[in-house]
């Protein structure tokens, strides 16, 4: 069993109905050695008060307070800067974890030497049923992520070894933060596991999700962010068209 101790960042706003089964997935983790830094970003439900009964219970559990609502971004970025652990995972406060996530995560990383690694997920709507499983590339690189985030936030990792970087206030900042991190580590690799490692809650207004918008986002990533010139912008673009497609069948 490794020694490692892994951080786990949980954004956490309004979450009351979703919150119990993604902490308890967390802390009943076979890899015990962890801390669940939860950062409550201006709730006005029970969601505080339940974060506060967990930290009693388990020492593990550590509650940071945001005096407002500022955003998925700037609450991890409050979790990352508190962590103490020397990996680094993510989990929002509607999504949950097989219980052998970390530990079969660790065993790939100190297996292939990788300081980042991702793996296959369920996307899950509100009544449970299993909409599709997300199964990511063996292995990808910073040209791989052009065409598509295949790091799941919820079941990305990175060691600590590599660097923090911050997540961006921008559309796609999960994509943005693994964009970044995969090019500063040169690879990523999935961890090979006999069945999902996570499961997606896919809620009512993802599905209704604006399109447009979220392709508009994407074309501003690559010539902002990425700084790609027009022609590469066009053809990543339509490569991420594609593997969006392919994601939902």
Partial sequence: MSNDLVSV???VYNAEAW??????????????RLELIT?????????????????VADAR???????????????????IAAARGNYISFLDADDWWHPAKLERQLAS?????????????WRVAEDGRVLSQVTPPPQVTWQDMLA????????GMYARDLGDVPF???????????LEQVRRAGKAVRVESPEPLAWYLVRERSLSANK????????????SVAKLGLMQSAFCMARYARHAMLKRI
């Fill in 212 to 223: 447009l918008r979220a392709a508009s986002w994407q074309w501003d990533i690559y010539r």
């Fill in 148 to 155: 598509s985030n295949f790091i799941g936030n919820l079941t």
């Fill in 39 to 55: 950062v409550d970003d201006g709730s006005s439900d029970r969601s505080p008060g339940m974060l506060g009964a967990y930290a």
């Fill in 61 to 79: 559990v550590r509650v940071l307070t945001q005096s407002r609502n500022g955003g998925v971004a700037n609450a991890r970025n409050a979790g």
């Fill in 9 to 11: 960042i949980m954004p």
């Fill in 109 to 121: 990383m100190r297996g292939s030497g990788a300081l980042i690694s991702y793996g296959t997920y």
């Fill in 19 to 32: 919150l119990q089964r993604a902490v308890d997935s967390v802390l009943a983790q076979s890899h015990a």
């Fill in 168 to 178: 961006q206030r921008i559309g796609h900042e999960d994509y943005v933060f693994w």
